[in-house]
């Protein structure tokens, strides 16, 4: 059995990580830093601090996106590799009870946010002629999580991004790739009620959440040269939760 997981060196390489302070966000940052790459945490609770790579972003709102993108580019030159993470789930409630507010900004931040930020970068990221786009979608956009319509329906907006996407940039050296993870281990989980919870661990051959760690590791491959023939693709991590 081996005993480590997989090397990757990112020395030289800029990322910017959206919803990058805590749970799966700060996983892959923490990832990215150990493997020698500069990042800028984009996150609506991060510090205004571009010397210690964090701003406050909210990436719903193109104006808080654009003076990120301006501070970025000044401060690191370049951007290689963009993650697309910030996310948020919102009550789990059905649909008759569903705030409409509640339902427009889950929405905002986890499909136009991803839209936002990426059409901001993209000028940058085909300027270098190699690029790594990755968006954390879920498998809830797969399958339909009941009770979970608003989260649903903007993970599967973000998976059809992620493929329409891929295919238009696919000749400028710029990848683009999905991760669709199952429940995994942050405080997202906190924000859903524990039947809710019970109910996706149930589904799970592995009885298990997956570990925001395991979710980096996925992301470091895409954002790899290990990665060469794979956009617009979506990758479940899933504990062999994923039927299609």
């Given at each position: 059995?081996?005993?480590?997981?997989?090397?990757?060196?990112?020395?030289?390489?800029?990322?910017?990580?959206?919803?990058?302070?805590?749970?799966?966000?700060?996983?892959?940052?923490?990832?990215?830093?150990?493997?020698?790459?500069?990042?800028?945490?984009?996150?609506?609770?991060?510090?205004?601090?571009?010397?210690?790579?964090?701003l406050?972003?909210?990436?719903?709102?193109?104006?808080?996106?654009?003076?990120?993108a301006?501070?970025?580019?000044?401060?690191?030159?370049?951007?290689?590799?963009?993650?697309?993470?910030?996310?948020?789930?919102?009550?789990?409630?059905?649909?008759?009870?569903?705030?409409?507010?509640?339902?427009?900004?889950?929405?905002?931040?986890?499909?136009?946010?991803?839209?936002?930020?990426?059409?901001?970068?993209?000028?940058?990221?085909?300027?270098?002629?190699?690029?790594?786009?990755?968006?954390?979608?879920?498998?809830?956009?797969?399958?339909?999580?009941?009770?979970?319509?608003?989260?649903?329906?903007?993970?599967?907006?973000?998976?059809?991004?992620?493929?329409?996407?891929?295919?238009?940039?696919?000749g400028?050296?710029?990848?683009?790739?999905?991760?669709?993870?199952?429940a995994?281990?942050?405080?997202?989980?906190?924000?859903?009620?524990?039947?809710?919870?019970?109910?996706?661990?149930?589904?799970?051959?592995?009885?298990?959440?997956?570990?925001?760690?395991?979710?980096?590791?996925?992301v470091?491959?895409?954002?790899?040269?290990?990665?060469?023939?794979?956009?617009?693709?979506?990758?479940?991590?899933?504990?062999?939760?994923?039927?299609?």
């Amino acid at each position: 059995m081996p005993s480590q997981c997989a090397s990757y060196r990112f020395d030289g390489c800029t990322a910017v990580v959206t919803g990058g302070s805590l749970g799966i966000g700060a996983a892959i940052v923490d990832a990215y830093r150990r493997a020698g790459a500069s990042v800028m945490v984009w996150d609506l609770a991060a510090k205004d601090d571009v010397a210690s790579g964090t701003l406050t972003v909210d990436v719903a709102d193109p104006i808080s996106v654009d003076r990120a993108a301006d501070a970025t580019l000044e401060e690191l030159g370049r951007i290689d590799i963009l993650v697309n993470n910030a996310g948020f789930a919102g009550a789990t409630l059905p649909v008759e009870d569903y705030d409409p507010d509640i339902w427009r900004r889950i929405l905002d931040v986890n499909l136009t946010g991803t839209f936002t930020v990426t059409r901001r970068l993209l000028p940058a990221l085909k300027a270098n002629g190699w690029g790594r786009i990755v968006n954390i979608a879920s498998l809830a956009g797969k399958e339909g999580t009941p009770n979970a319509a608003a989260y649903s329906a903007s993970k599967a907006g973000v998976i059809a991004l992620t493929k329409s996407l891929g295919k238009e940039l696919a000749g400028t050296g710029v990848l683009v790739n999905a991760i669709a993870p199952a429940a995994v281990h942050t405080t997202l989980l906190d924000q859903m009620s524990a039947e809710h919870v019970a109910t996706m661990l149930a589904k799970s051959p592995m009885r298990r959440v997956g570990e925001p760690e395991e979710v980096a590791e996925m992301v470091l491959w895409l954002s790899s040269n290990s990665c060469s023939f794979n956009t617009g693709a979506v990758f479940d991590l899933s504990g062999g939760r994923a039927t299609y």
